[in-house]
């Protein structure tokens, strides 16, 4: 069966007009609420699946690199009266200045080694952030982190104050669509083909002269900007900031999105982001069980779905088509 190359961008394009509709059609703001958080963690999750699913080398730091990015654009904006606008653009080049310099190093090891350092990376990151309390305000966190000034587009001016505010929404929404767009050209070009054969057999690709750790470092970095991206986000949406949500834990709730959605898929992320998003929310029912179903869900799914749920309905979606297509005898 051929392929319809325009097929993917049609998608995409009903997906984001879908997600502009879909607030309209709720009543409650908490659910607009969670929406921002899932949209937020789409680009976490996409810059995971970099170098998870593109790469194949599992980094435990993205939760750490997502916490750099918040705190330098908090810091940027409550200390030295940088527009929330400006350090939209300068959190994730701090951010991915720092793990140039942590990914360096750390990417001369290979497997589970690799993971192991990046948990190094992410445990002292959150020491750093705790500790340090005359910068980061420690476990007390900094209180009214401001929101983006007001926006005018063609004589039409948006405001993002407001919890559930819509506008805010619209900006998640923009960056979530920008970073997988980012990612499906990266996937696409010479740089893609290259990092998804070192996933397959990065010792085969050193033979046929490819310098594999450039191409390691380059996701590894690219990775870590969109957490610090990510961060950003989070940090003027939610208005206060400390280092709880950066810890190990974030970073292995970010690497069981991109498992659960699908590694090294562009559409894996999105239902793995949205999936730990709402999940937690639809389980209030079992109360004190709450995390336990939870945790279960995710190891189940793990189990006896390794692909993810995203490979999973591609292939039944084939073998559909492929049972209409055949002639009947």
Known sequence: MKRNPGFPLVVGVAMVLGALALPHAMSTPYYIHLL?????????????????GFVGYVSIAQA????????????????????????????PLFTGFAALLA???????????????????????????MT???LTGGEAGIPNVPRPGELNLFGHVFSFEGRSNLNYYALALFCAALVTGLCAMVLHSRVGRVMLAIRQNEDLAEAMGVVTSRYKLFAFVLS??????????????????????????QSLNVILAVILGGSG???GPIVGAVSVTFLPEILRFADSFRL??????????????????????????RRLRAQASSPKA
């Open 36 to 52: 921002t958080l899932a949209l937020i963690w789409i680009v976490l999750a996409q810059g995971q699946n970099l170098t998870q």
């Open 64 to 91: 750490g690199f997502m916490g750099i990015g918040a705190y330098a654009s908090t810091l940027l904006t409550v200390n030295w009266g940088f527009s929330v606008w400006v350090t939209l653009f300068l959190a």
């Open 103 to 129: 990914g360096y190093p750390s990417l001369r090891v290979k497997g589970h080694y690799f993971s192991i350092v990046t948990l190094a990376y992410n445990m002292v990151i959150f020491i750093v952030l």
């Open 132 to 134: 340090f309390s005359a």
């Open 224 to 249: 870590s900007m969109l957490a610090g991206l990510a961060g950003t986000l989070y940090a003027h949406y939610i208005g206060f900031l400390n280092p709880e949500p950066f810890g190990v834990d």
């Open 265 to 267: 898929t562009l559409m």
């Open 292 to 317: 336990i179903t939870y945790g279960l869900i995710l190891v189940v799914a793990t189990i006896f779905l390794p692909k993810g749920l995203v490979p999973l309905a591609m292939g039944l979606w």
